[in-house]
């Protein structure tokens, strides 16, 4: 898109059909197929960075960075889990598949979180050994689709993930196009090399929270109840959603807000269907307390994460961790400027790429292209994400110390803000400067 | 999101003991629904041109004697009554349009569950253990009978949203599933005249029901039409004063099975709820069929479809 | 032989003790007593032996069975031997809906019927059904075969990859991309092969066989309406 528009007497774009949708109904008309890509909403949407922290003063006393303590460490799957997984750090590296992703990413996103003693998630399309083996702590997907799933990885999970529903696409299954489906993927998918492969949206073996109660039984009992079982949901219903994974066993609830990224899935779907991360929160966070189960739940939050404030706001309105993935694969080089030049080559720029199915990434991390591949050294790119997450750490930590907390957990939604009606409406904290919280009582 | 159970007696010598056999069942279903739990249980019919109804009140003191001396002076009719917990039963000898009119008028905060010649509904939150006891489940007697177990979805855990809902004269429907088109036809319904009480998916099942043999349906046809108007995942069972029907929506994912003998058919979410049945071992059992109406009468002795 | 009875013990000791075989194989021979429908029986076993289940059992039954050798002496609930990976299982009575789905290896034999969506996106996994399958059986099925001696409802084989299905009584309906394939000599050997090792007794030219048409694998704009 270019930013030099000639604004001259008499032209005037339409706010309704401005070039971004004059260019799709072109692209519409011309393949006869909706639009297919991946990241999040690209729209603008309430997000976190319409709430402010009320840092201390005289009514309440900061804490000294780099020396008074400020915990990060949290422990998930406290409710039936034997061996419940604890987290140096409150940010943990969101479910993405290989597949999706290069094994060499994979490997890297291992490497990263293991250094800074957090976990990453398997995806729709089975375990790999790169993943298992640099991975300390690694939570294992159980999809609708149940790609290359195989009790032997079940039991040499430290979590395992009940997928219902992405933010990206609540209600929707995932797109691998045949691009992809290399011989590896293909194998390990037990599908046909090539083929577009539609993950199925629904599980398919049990549907609704009373059959899902049974299923995670299944889990535990394979497990031998060793491990804790996330549920992961969408966020769209989610006061509801969230009650009924407590009901259905759920040791930890993960909740994927609408900016929350995606592989490959429809436009439509992406910028349409679910809430923001931030409207989920308090809904969550109320579900669990009605059912007196905040904190014995865990709550782990996602989509649109980007710095220590985004974490150390989760946290303060409620959420026990953070979860990334878009911003993980920032980490790594995704849609890095200097591969600018072969960006352009496949019609897209720095910054801008989320083509993500056509597995043409130059910056060989959602590839499976040999050569694309070799371009990401997992042990930089490993190093790289730990010294991100090092740095939301001791974002959200300096915010934290400055309220006056000596645990990230200890953040409450009274820290915090709103600069617009909007946000102070969705995250139930007053107007900057007012007591005011529109529709107080939800 | 729910478990069903169902028991219809072939063998009148069971029916002294229709709530010891059922109770189990619906303990069995716990897991499916511990909020919430009821049954509607048929016999002790009352004869032609008087009706039976099933009322609630808040207060478990409420003054029932006060409320049938009432309709008996006013009405001058005869009223028989007895009171279970927060649930009375009355049976006055005129017809239910009349009893209900002067119900609504005199007692506004009295509700009527259920209306028939032989019809009760019984239904409160909590454990399903505990709403057997509150109500004596085991005592009771009859000639079928169907319960249902809660788990909310996405309405308020009250016992207005439990199931049984009935939908007309001695006829009631219970629901496992979560229906997608229910806010839409509720105020259709509405327009029609069905008044509803809660913002339960169920109960709009229950409404549709109500409003379609008010249109003239058989109860054949109005599940049949419900099949088009329906849109989401449910298995239905339809309580008839005669006994009891069934269907699953056409995907049918949400789970049923039958069992048949020489003395019940009984019907279950799954089948660990028919285990303790008499004979259950050698009994005839299978799973209905998406977009299948299953129905068993007293008048077709054997079950037919 | 080792018998523990559901009466007396739960279902995860049962499964302990089960899954306890996986480390030190002390019992090849396992009989389980008064199942009554409970759920979760023998799922994730991973040893070499048999269970026999005496009566009817809940939902995931035998689920992700690995090596083990399980027999179910009556009815099984929904997703009996979910994604098994090998050994096999046998349900002397009717299956649920989605008996044996996402299945990867494996022999499932049904005796009875099954249900609706039997085989649904399974990866490998043998199921032979002596009885009739419900409607969208093999859905999505990835690989493996399914053998249907009785009949077959709506939708067989619908959003097929490369399971093979073989029926003997009537379909239905076919799914979108599925089709009626000839047997060849090769089709013949395999359905005769998993009907020996099934125990089933059936004239294998009385069977039919059915497969992708291979016209969805790939996004083209003038199928839209299977999609």
């Known amino acids: ?442 | 999101m729910c478990g069903i159970v169902g028991l219809y007696l072939k063998n009148k010598a069971l029916e002294n003991q229709l709530g010891e056999l059922f109770e189990p069942m619906l303990i069995a279903m716990t897991d499916r629904g511990p909020d919430s739990a009821g049954f509607a249980i048929y016999g002790d019919e009352v004869p032609e041109g008087s009706i039976k109804l099933t009322l609630r009140h808040a207060n478990e003191d409420y003054d029932w004697a006060g409320l049938a001396g009432k309709l008996k002076h006013e009405l001058n009719v005869g009223v028989e009554w007895f009171n279970n917990s927060k649930v009375a039963i009355f049976k006055i000898a005129t017809s239910d349009g009349i009893a209900e009119a002067f119900i609504t008028e005199n007692a506004p905060d009295v509700l009527i569950l259920s209306a028939g010649q032989s019809i009760e509904i019984l239904k409160e939150v909590g454990l399903p253990v505990n709403i057997a006891k509150t109500f004596n489940l085991k005592g009771m007697k009859g000639s079928h009978i169907i319960g249902h177990t809660r788990m909310a979805t996405e309405s308020a855990v009250t016992m207005e949203g439990s199931h049984p809902f009935s939908t007309g004269m001695d006829l009631c429907l219970v629901h496992n599933g979560s229906l997608s088109n229910h806010n839409r036809l509720r105020q259709e319904l509405q327009r029609e005249g069905i008044v509803f009480e809660t913002e339960n998916d169920s109960e709009v099942a229950a409404g549709y029901l109500t409003w379609r043999l008010k249109q003239g349906d058989t109860l054949n046809e109005a599940l049949t039409n419900s099949l088009k108007d329906l849109d989401g995942f449910f298995t239905f069972t339809v309580g008839t004063r005669d006994g009891f029907a069934v269907m699953r929506d056409p995907i049918a994912c949400k789970p049923a099975v039958m069992a048949e003998t020489d003395d019940y058919v009984a019907m279950a979410s799954e089948y660990q709820a028919l285990t303790t049945l008499p004979g259950i071992e050698n009994a005839k059992i299978w799973e209905p069929e998406a977009a299948t109406i299953y129905v068993w009468e007293r008048s077709s002795e054997t079950g037919v479809k | 032989m080792k018998t523990i009875n559901l009466a007396e013990s739960t279902v995860r000791d049962l499964n302990q003790a089960l899954h306890d075989q996986a480390i030190e194989c002390t019992e090849r021979e396992w009989e389980v007593l008064e199942p009554k429908g409970q759920h979760n029986i023998a799922c994730g076993l991973d040893q070499n032996i048999s269970v026999d289940i005496k009566g009817p059992t809940g939902y995931f039954c035998a689920g992700m069975n690995k090596k083990a050798h399980i027999t179910i002496h009556g009815n099984a609930g929904q997703g009996v031997a979910e994604n098994m990976m090998s050994g096999s299982v046998r349900v002397k009575g009717n299956a649920s809906q989605a008996a044996g789905a996402t299945a990867h290896g494996g022999l499932l034999v049904i005796e009875g019927d099954a249900g609706a969506r039997c085989g649904i996106s399974m990866k490998g996994v043998d199921i032979v059904v002596k009885g009739s399958v419900g409607h969208m059986s093999c859905f999505m099925g990835q690989a493996g075969s399914l053998v249907v001696c009785g009949d077959a409802g709506d939708a067989l084989g619908d959003s097929l990859y490369e399971t093979h299905i073989y029926v003997k009584g009537e379909v239905k309906s076919l799914g979108a991309d599925c089709i009626a394939k000839e047997m060849r000599d090769e089709h013949i050997e395999e359905l005769s092969e998993l009907l020996n090792r099934a125990g089933v007794d059936e004239d294998v030219t009385a069977f039919k066989r059915y497969g992708t048409a291979r016209q969805l694998y790939n996004f083209k704009v003038d199928n839209t309406a299977a999609y």
């Open chain 1, 1 to 442: 898109m270019s930013d030099d528009i000639n604004v001259k007497p008499g032209l005037r774009e339409s706010a309704t059909f401005d070039r971004n949708t004059m260019t799709e109904i072109r692209r519409a008309a011309e393949t006869g197929i909706y639009d297919i890509r991946g990241f999040g909403a690209k729209r603008k949407l309430p997000h976190f960075d319409d709430l402010l922290f009320l840092g201390a003063s005289m009514s309440r006393y900061p804490l000294e960075g780099y020396r008074e303590k400020c915990n990060t460490s949290v422990t998930l799957g406290t409710r039936y889990a034997k061996k419940p997984i604890v987290l140096d750090i409150p940010v943990t590296i969101a479910g993405m598949s290989f597949g999706a992703l290069s094994a060499n990413a994979k490997e890297a996103l291992g490497r990263g979180a293991s250094l800074m003693g957090t976990s990453t998630t398997t995806g729709d399309g089975g375990m790999t050994p790169e993943e298992r083996g640099q991975s300390t702590k690694l939570v294992y997907q159980y999809l609708p689709s149940r790609y290359g799933m195989n009790p032997d990885d079940l039991r040499k999970a430290d979590a395992i993930e009940v997928v219902l529903g992405q933010g990206a696409k609540p209600g929707g299954g995932g797109m691998l196009l045949g691009q992809k489906i290399t011989d590896r993927v293909a194998k390990m998918r037990t599908l046909p090399m090539g083929v577009d492969q539609r993950s199925a949206c629904r599980h398919p073996d049990w549907t609704g929270p009373d059959d899902l109660a049974i299923k995670i039984q299944e889990l535990r009992e394979i497990t031998d109840w060793q491990v804790p079982i996330y549920i992961k949901v969408g966020a769209t219903r989610t006061y509801y959603d969230v009650k009924l994974a407590v009901k259905a066993g759920a040791d930890v609830i993960v909740v994927d807000g609408m900016q929350g990224g995606t592989a490959a899935t429809q436009e439509v779907f992406i910028e349409h269907v679910g809430i923001p991360t931030l409207a989920a929160i308090p809904q969550a966070v109320r579900a669990l307390q009605e059912m007196g189960m905040h904190r014995k739940v865990q709550l782990i939050v996602s989509g649109g994460i980007r710095n220590g404030a985004d974490v150390a706001k989760c946290m303060a309105l409620g959420a026990d961790a953070v979860a990334i993935g878009t911003a993980a694969l920032v980490a790594l080089g995704c849609n890095h400027p200097k591969y600018e030049e072969e960006f352009k080559k496949i019609g897209s720029a720095a910054g801008f790429y989320d083509d993500y199915h056509e597995g043409k990434d130059p910056a060989g991390i959602s590839t499976q292209d040999p050569e694309l591949m070799k371009r990401l050294d997992p042990v930089a790119a490993g190093r790289h994400l730990a010294n991100y997450l090092n740095v939301l750490t001791l974002e959200a930590q300096t915010l934290a110390r400055a309220c006056g907390k000596n645990d990230l957990r200890n953040l409450e939604p009274e820290d915090l803000v709103a600069l617009t009606v909007e946000s102070a409406a969705m995250a139930n904290v007053p107007l900057a400067g007012t007591s005011w919280i529109p529709g107080k009582g939800f």
